[in-house]
């Protein structure tokens, strides 16, 4: 059997354990933030960074062009500049809860991506939205980490393998797109 045979059945093996139940709850979570004009923040590092930047992408332009009510969601790691100014001045660990005491409000939606389930700065994020009436999410990957148990709602892929994690982590984000299109009228062909 060639690597790429091999890395897709684990890949399909790893889809027969999705945590679909977390995945329902999580769509009603969006769909309430939308109804309720609440705002979605997401955080990530490195790879899970940029799934959290692909999310806003798809969510903000994706779901909505076509609708008058758009969703609002802003990525925490994708401001450079305060990210860097937090770090300098506090500390990493401080970078998204720091922005977070910016705009954040009482039932807004926080998501946080980490693979290993443990990177701090978005730990402390998810803890403080918690502590201020916020809906939590986490993605993760690997035992879970501490963002299993911190997230209202943890989305787990149990895989010790980051790019497996991060796949299914990507694919919860298209499924959601899609989910949340067909639920708000609209068609995955139209983007």
């Known amino acids: 059997m060639s690597f790429s045979q091999e890395y897709l059945r684990d890949l399909v093996e790893l889809l027969q354990d999705f945590p679909h139940q977390s ?3 999580m769509i009603a979570a969006l769909l309430a933030a939308h109804r309720d004009g609440r705002r979605i923040f997401v955080m990530g590092n490195g790879g899970s960074g940029a799934t959290a930047s692909h999310w806003v992408c798809d969510l903000n ?5 076509h609708l008058e009510k758009k969703f609002r969601m802003l990525c925490l790691n994708d401001n ?3 990210i860097l100014a937090y770090a300098n001045d506090l500390s990493y660990e401080e970078v998204f809860v720091e922005q977070l005491k910016n705009f954040f409000e009482p039932g807004d939606l926080v998501i946080g991506i980490s693979g290993s389930g443990n990177s701090e700065n978005v730990l402390r994020a998810i803890d ?12 993760c990957g690997y035992g879970g980490g501490r963002l299993a148990g911190a997230a209202r709602i943890p989305l787990h892929v149990r895989r010790h393998d ?15 797109m ?10 995955a062909a139209a983007c």
């Open 178 to 187: 899609q989910r949340l299109l067909a639920e708000l009228g609209g068609s």
């Open 162 to 176: 980051m790019q497996k994690v991060e796949d299914v982590h990507m694919i919860i984000v298209h499924m959601t």
């Open 128 to 139: 403080w939205a918690n502590q201020h009436g916020g809906v939590t999410i986490g993605l």
């Open 80 to 82: 450079v500049a305060s």
């Open 23 to 25: 995945f329902e709850e």
């Open 61 to 65: 332009k994706g779901c909505c062009l």
